[in-house]
């Protein structure tokens, strides 16, 4: 394998689709654009002026583009492997990998030495996902970028029972109605999606040190709520919605 | 489009258009999963004959029987002791609840969170989709699980409707009450046949019913193979088609099946490379056509080897003793072999989870995939026990929930190849 090539991992999600390039060990560079309704034209548009070796293809978009796709050849790989990938190379010591993305979450348990030993993903439902967190900021009227710094300042923890979408607002505004604060309603949605995210992370063994990836990475709320409960610091890499990415351009390197 | 049958399926009441709605489906999805496999059998297009007759020649069969004074009975669940039917001079069908068709309609009497092998067979009798309900004299229930139970009262009102009682232990007591039961059973059948069980009669039937038994035993040793000599979709259909052909044909066919497997064993030819992933199937039974779970692990290269299921080995694993002389005799040993069962209605069933282990290890698979219908609460919990079991043994397992929509299709896709990628 020649030093220079430049291998591309492409994540085709739900909500947005990255580009991960990775040179050497290197990553070059990397972009993130929203799905749109034409994913495949959001993908070529990426890809434009891209000339890499080998492409992976990983998220629900991985096997249209592997088909349509490039004269060379796309190869594609599951989010699952991806993840573990991706997160093995921002964070060695991983064990276990939360991926909280738009339309689903992931817990990958890996073995000492990187394998994929169990995994559960949600089922159809968007209950405790992205989805379910802009859904709620946006009944609270609160920007989705600055909602998990808004739940912080609630002054007690409700808690909220429902977790599913409908139910979980008219649940919301019947505290508002009650006089309950914005922020302590806030906290308490966090406080389900975290509740769930517990449970999934109890199945598949939640082994120490965790890393939290995916869109939903960025909100220091779930992040808190976290670690107060596994009383350990969660690593949140410092692009967390690239690491799917990475782990198939990860992949591209190794099938070199 | 008319068909040569549709004067038959008027006159046994079905929906006309309806039905002409469902076979179209079933078509298509037979092609898009089965005739699409590259390097199947020759023996394989008796199969697809036979399914693409599904409802017309068979059910014209099954008519002439009934011309003839021969009694059809229906049965939902392999406790049901077919030998006793077919002593009786009756036809047994085993009766599918495979597809979402009807559903609608079923929800309006029965509770949403039911299984959908329920919901499947009360919907199929309450929107006249079904010839071979149609066909039945009689159809044979059984108070395996709680949603089975009561829905056969709904059913009742609708179809010419006998309960059995399966026990839900293995103790002393409970082969008592199962044996009452097939006595119980073999008089209802003489009574509705108007036929008497004799000796002669119960012999040969346990010997036909054990032969079926044994030509799928060895199609199971013969896929066993590395490379396996042939999919985990073609052998499933097997096992669906086995419940409502004739025994007789079925047992020559999948005889002449097996050579042709034998020859390809021999020389070492496979389905799939060699080197492809193994998995085992193991949990609720799969009822014509629900081919989904298998079609997309063998789209996500891995290749099925061994089904755990009802429409598995459950059915095929333990034959009847064949030494018995006297109509005592044969049945007890009927009893016998019935109370080997191992469903997860039992309590305890450590039996399954012994059973599950050496099918996995004998068939070298890499993993194991669970199979359960959305509520059905009996496979949902042996579920979390066979995954510790099978950890203690190293098999990993991946767990599936599912139903007969396609909604979750991209969801389980990439589960399962998820998990594929896990075990390669
Ligand atoms: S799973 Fe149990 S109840 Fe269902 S058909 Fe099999 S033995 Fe009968
Ligand atoms: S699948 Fe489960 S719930 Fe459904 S009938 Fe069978 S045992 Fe009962």
Known sequence: ?256 | MSTPYDAMWEKLNLDLEAHAGLLEVLGKFYGDIYLSQDGRLKGMEYLDFVLSEIHGLRIQELQEAKKQGKKVIGAFCVFVPEELVLAADAVCIGLCAGAEIGTEAAEKILPRNTCALIKSFVGFKLAGLCPFIESCDMVVGETTCDGKKKAYEVFSEYAPLYVMEIPQMKNASDRVLWKSEVLRFKEQLETITGNKITAAKLKEAIALVNRRRRVLQRLNRLRAAVPTPISGRDVLLINQVGFYDDPIRFTQKIGELCDQLEERVKAGEGIVPKDTPRLMLSGCPMAVPNWKLPYIVESSGAVIVGEESCVGTRNTRDLVDESGETIEEMLDNLVDRYMQIDCAVFTPNKERLDNIVHMAEDLKVAGVIHYGLTFCQPYAAEAIKVEKTLQGAGIPMLAIETDYSMEDMEQLKTRVEAFVEMVS
């Open chain 1, 1 to 256: 394998m020649n030093k220079q090539d430049l291998v591309a991992g492409i994540d085709i999600g739900s909500r947005s689709i990255e580009l991960v390039l990775l040179q050497g060990d290197r990553i070059k560079d990397w972009a993130k654009v929203p799905t749109t309704f034409d994913p495949m034209a959001q993908c070529r548009h990426l890809m434009n002026g891209v000339r890499a070796t080998k492409i992976v293809a990983t998220g629900y978009g991985r096997k249209l583009f592997a088909e349509t796709g490039q004269d060379n050849g796309v190869a594609a790989i599951t989010e699952i492997q991806a993840y573990a990938l991706g997160a093995r190379y921002v964070y060695p010591e991983v064990r276990t990998v939360l991926d909280i993305g738009g339309q689903d979450t992931k817990v990958i348990h890996l073995t000492p030495v990187g394998r994929v030993l169990k995994f559960e993903m949600n089922d159809r439902c968007a209950a405790g996902t992205g989805k379910f967190l802009e859904f709620m900021a946006t009944a609270l009227q609160v920007p989705l970028e600055s909602f998990g710094g808004f739940a912080l300042k609630a002054d007690k923890r409700i808690q909220i029972n429902s977790m599913c979408t409908v139910f979980a607002e008219s649940e919301a505004t019947s505290l508002m109605a009650r006089g309950e604060t914005p922020a302590n309603i806030a906290m308490g949605l966090h406080l389900a999606i975290v509740r769930r995210t517990l449970a999934m992370l109890g199945r598949v063994g939640g082994a120490s040190p965790l890393l939290f990836a995916g869109g939903v990475a960025h909100n220091p709320c779930i992040k808190t709520l976290l670690e107060e409960d596994r009383k350990e610091t969660v690593m949140v890499p410092e692009h967390p919605d690239i690491v799917g990415a990475l782990g198939a351009a990860l992949y591209g390197r190794k099938t070199l």
